[in-house]
């Protein structure tokens, strides 16, 4: 019963920030996934490469700490910290914390913000942010059987990341059976291979986002794929 | 309020398992950690190790799936699964669900039990399960920083696994900082580096589990780190 309030309260203000984003021709993407699996660096290869053609921002959940904000913002990029120790220490990202950082930041300079949630394969796919894809990046260390034993997380997101293939030589995984398992849970799943280490399959990440800024840019329609639906 | 309540109900319920496990002289270990740090396979070569010496069982902690405790169970022992999934899909145990395991197992011939909870590095260290020791594993592919960023779980636990250090080589990682890490969110925790695919370094794990058995053998006093304080 209370769950079901606080998730009520926040799918409002994910509709509010849907909306917000919308109006500002912002593409967003919340990046989800256990911690460790390389989303920082992912995120950080990825605005060196596409720094020259689009404003790229950071909305970067912790617990505590702001080494990975740090990271980021040494591009001289716009980067917000959202801490949840605040909060009782949040393990996921609410959407009124989302638009309260989005609030921080001058939006007219941004093409696209990355919502990095706090590293949890559970929550955070419980809560809605109101952004345009959700993306979750699943580690080829985390072995093959991941998205069956945390499904709802593979069936909130529209785009699964197996990060870390550089490793790929050194392992006893099947990328054929972690696929497989991926497409069980979500039939309409985008899958990309990558290694933001050596830049191998990077390129069809970098597609799918200048596709949603696009989207984003051209239409008054935003993409949903709400978490929690 | 209502999380207080929750965590003042399942602190009952750990005091109800303590004096029972204790009252058993069952040594019981709690192993937390991230999706895929390799906590099954790791319980799992443990067993192979112990299986001359002790009766080990294992109550198998996800949100949904058996595969895990089949896995473990292909080697005649004890196993018990809780799925969280009609529990509203928990991303932690609690320590009602541990007894109501216990309560399915022949535990007159168990000497040791491991609870494998639910993969997730934030929640499940808020939920004291009564059992002996708390253990974190960290896998080496999750990076050096975990400690700093997930503070409550390094905290809660007395003994910290830095596991899959047959990929050491393979990885920019620096086990100084780690383990600096580690020891600086909670200086007394004990540390032990081991790979469970080579069985480098298995030595000490087996070490602490034997000493844990003797202790709850021969004493009527319990080794106690409740998860939450």
Redesign the interface.
């Known amino acids: 019963m209370?769950?079901r309030n606080i998730l009520e309260s926040n799918e409002a203000d994910a509709a509010v920030n849907r909306d917000f984003f919308t109006r500002k021709k912002i593409a967003t993407v919340n990046m989800m996934s256990?911690?460790?699996s390389g989303k920082t660096e992912l995120i950080g290869k990825t605005i060196d490469i596409l720094s020259s053609e689009l404003n790229v921002g950071v909305i970067e959940g912790?617990?505590?700490?702001s080494?990975d904000s740090e990271r980021l913002a040494s591009r001289g990029i716009q980067v917000v910290q959202i801490n949840t120790e605040p909060f009782?220490?949040d393990?996921h990202l609410e959407a009124s914390m989302v638009k309260g950082a989005a609030s921080l930041m001058d939006l007219g300079r941004l093409d696209l913000i990355f919502v990095e949630n706090?590293?949890?394969?559970?929550?955070p796919a419980e809560f809605d942010l109101g952004v345009d894809s959700n993306v979750v990046v699943l580690?080829v260390?985390?072995?093959e059987?991941?998205p069956?034993?945390?499904?709802?997380m593979f069936r909130t997101c529209d785009l699964c990341i197996l990060s870390?293939t550089d490793?790929l030589g050194?392992?006893d995984y099947n990328a054929d059976t972690a696929r497989m398992h991926v497409l069980k849970i979500n039939p309409r799943i985008e899958i990309i291979e990558l290694s933001a280490k050596t830049s191998s399959g990077m390129d069809g990440w970098i597609s799918f986002l200048k596709n949603l800024v696009f989207i984003k840019k051209n239409s008054n329609c935003s993409r949903h794929t709400p978490a929690g639906e």
């Open positions: 209370v769950l256990s911690p460790g912790d617990i505590c700490t080494m009782g220490g393990c706090v590293g949890n394969l559970v929550c580690s260390t985390e072995g059987d991941k069956l034993k945390y499904p709802l870390k490793l050194v392992l």
